[in-house]
């Protein structure tokens, strides 16, 4: 596993990706001094991103069907937790933006090589916030499954 995002694994046989990108911006504020240089103040973390840029050869690694589960993940609107495959949290994360470009098309339509860019932005307050946040969504997987287990077992 080379990292996961929610419940989706980034592998060589899903989306192997090339290359990461991770940027913290820090807010601070500055003001205007008469005479003297702009005095600064720290104000708080700023937005946190990570791209995620890989290429996929269908006849070899993932297809599409991976793409559009990521597709499916986004359209959701949750928050996913973003784990290396090392172990490191780097906390929840939604997808803000998913591109592809597709090149070397077979003779059916099916594109040889993919390319695919990955935006994520990270939206938990703290590592705190965010184990908070999977516990809920535990719970309620959980609950779905119980409902349909029952549902199951009484032919319901």
């Keep these: 596993m080379m990292m996961s995002l929610g419940l989706f694994v980034f ?3 899903t989306l192997p990706y090339q290359n990461t990108t991770h940027t913290m911006n820090y807010g601070l504020g500055t003001n205007a001094r008469f005479g003297q240089r702009p005095v ?30 990521l597709q499916a993940m986004a359209e959701s609107g949750r928050a996913w937790p973003l784990i290396e495959g090392s172990g490191t949290i780097y906390g929840m994360f939604i997808i803000k933006t998913l591109s592809n470009d597709s090149a070397q098309f077979n003779s059916n339509g099916q594109a040889r090589s993919i390319t695919f860019t990955l935006s ?3 939206v938990d307050e703290s590592q705190a916030a965010m184990f908070g946040d999977l516990l809920t969504q535990a719970e309620g ?14 032919g319901a």
């Design 120 to 122: 994520l932005t990270r």
């Design 40 to 69: 600064s103040q720290f104000i708080g973390l700023g937005e946190e991103t990570i791209s995620i840029k890989g290429q996929l050869l269908p006849e070899v690694t993932g297809g599409i069907s991976y793409l559009q589960t």
């Design 11 to 13: 592998k060589l046989s």
């Design 141 to 154: 997987l959980y609950n779905q499954a119980s409902s349909a287990i029952r549902n199951f077992a009484t």
